[in-house]
Antibody, heavy 123, light 106 residues
Framework: QVQLQESGPGLVKPSQTLSLTCSVS??????????WNWIRQPVGKGLEWIGY??????????NYNNTLRSRISISADPVKNQISLNLNSVTVEDTAVYYC????????????WGRGSLVIVSS | SYDLTQPPSVSVSPGQTASITCSGD??????VSWYQQKPGQSPVLLIY???KRPSGIPERFSGSNSGNTATLTIGGTQVLDEADYYC?????????FGSGTEVTVL
């Protein structure tokens, strides 16, 4: 059974870069069958999609939330079987639980979620 | 950007039917998914492609989508159905979530 596990620093200072990793177990991120997403949720608020990476042995591409595009980078490490998120120039508004999630592509829904990782932006 | 609007809260008595709406421009032309999120937990997929249920999701959860409104219906609501519910669609190459609805069973 495939599982997703987010990890990273729980505290980041304003203006710095937030970096998170999603470790995938029970399946390969290089299968080419899935899209690997990051989604966040400020405490007590709703869900916001951040972006995804599609990765296979022959190709990869990313797609980002239009409102966050300038600050986001999502990458894949097939050796470690991990997906990574970098969000730069963070502010307190980026404080949230960050989820890793998987989808099949069209018709675009998330069928598998990680447990989430809380990141607090504070000096 | 595309917006999905949900009522902030819905209250229902045990055993009754709860309906949660999700509104967006020409939403009926798009696929809608629904997620359930209980406190401290990750969201769980309840409905995809407007009305399909993943394996393991009880039959009391059903979905529909037409015009500008998608609806999640919980038939025979149970106390364990108390949670936040989010609709989601895909527009202009971006995922979009609704604002969420808190369902209270009392």
């Amino acid at each position: 059974q495939v599982q997703l596990q987010e990890s990273g620093p729980g505290l980041v200072k304003p203006s710095q870069t937030l970096s998170l990793t999603c470790s995938v177990s029970g399946g390969s991120i290089s299968s080419g069958a899935y899209y690997w997403n990051w989604i966040r949720q400020p405490v007590g608020k709703g869900l916001e999609w951040i972006g995804y990476i599609y990765y296979s042995r022959s190709t990869s591409h990313t797609n980002y939330n239009n409102t966050l595009r300038s600050r986001i980078s999502i990458s894949a490490d097939p050796v470690k079987n991990q997906i990574s998120l970098n969000l730069n120039s963070v502010t307190v508004e980026d404080t949230a639980v960050y989820y890793c999630a998987r989808d099949y592509g069209d018709p675009w829904y998330f069928h598998l979620w990680g447990r989430g990782s809380l990141v607090i932006v504070s000096s | 950007s595309y917006d999905l609007t949900q009522p902030p809260s819905v209250s229902v008595s045990p055993g009754q039917t709860a309906s949660i709406t999700c509104s967006g421009d020409k939403l009926g032309h798009k696929y809608v998914s629904w997620y359930q999120q209980k406190p401290g937990q990750s969201p769980v997929l309840l409905i995809y492609e407007d009305k399909k249920r993943p394996s393991g999701i009880p039959e009391r959860f059903s979905g529909s989508n037409s015009g500008n409104t998608a609806t999640l219906t919980i038939g025979g609501t149970q106390v364990l159905d108390e949670a936040d519910y989010y609709c989601q669609t895909w527009d202009s190459s971006n995922y979009v979530f609704g604002s969420g609805t808190e369902v209270t069973v009392l």
